[in-house]
């Protein structure tokens, strides 16, 4: 493969640079930032707002055949985002990470104020 910047890399299953890692940490601020994974703790309105918010999620890995680690705890939801097939973090995990996010506003944000 070469020396491929992620915007060359078609399928995003390269593992991310530090430079790249470095921007995308700050665009994710919410995200805890390891060597070989990315997690964050969402905290639902109630426990089945966390189970449905769990159900969204599990679609949007289906439709992009990229799953999380998913830790329930009540009304807290941990999800962990790691490209096990490249050993680390690769452009799906963020991606994900951004969609999750998306997908924790719009269905949260106007009863969390
Ligand atoms: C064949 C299929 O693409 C792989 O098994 C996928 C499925 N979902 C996956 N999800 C995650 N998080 N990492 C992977 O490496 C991975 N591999």
Do not use: Y
Request: no cysteine; aromatic share 8%; hydrophobic share 40%.
């Amino acid at each position: 493969m070469g020396f491929m910047t992620a915007s060359q890399d078609q399928t995003g299953d390269e593992l991310l640079g530090a430079d790249r890692i470095a921007e995308v940490a700050s665009a994710l601020p919410e995200w805890d930032f390891g060597d070989s994974v990315i997690r964050r703790d969402f905290s639902a309105p109630t426990f089945l707002d966390g189970i449905a918010f769990v159900g969204r999620i599990a679609t949007e890995a289906e439709n992009r055949d990229h799953h999380p680690d998913i830790d329930i705890r009540w009304r807290t939801v941990t999800i962990a985002l790691s490209t096990h097939s490249a050993g680390g973090l690769t452009e799906l995990d963020i991606a994900l990470a951004g969609a999750i996010d998306d997908l924790f506003h719009e269905m949260f944000d106007s009863r969390n104020g």
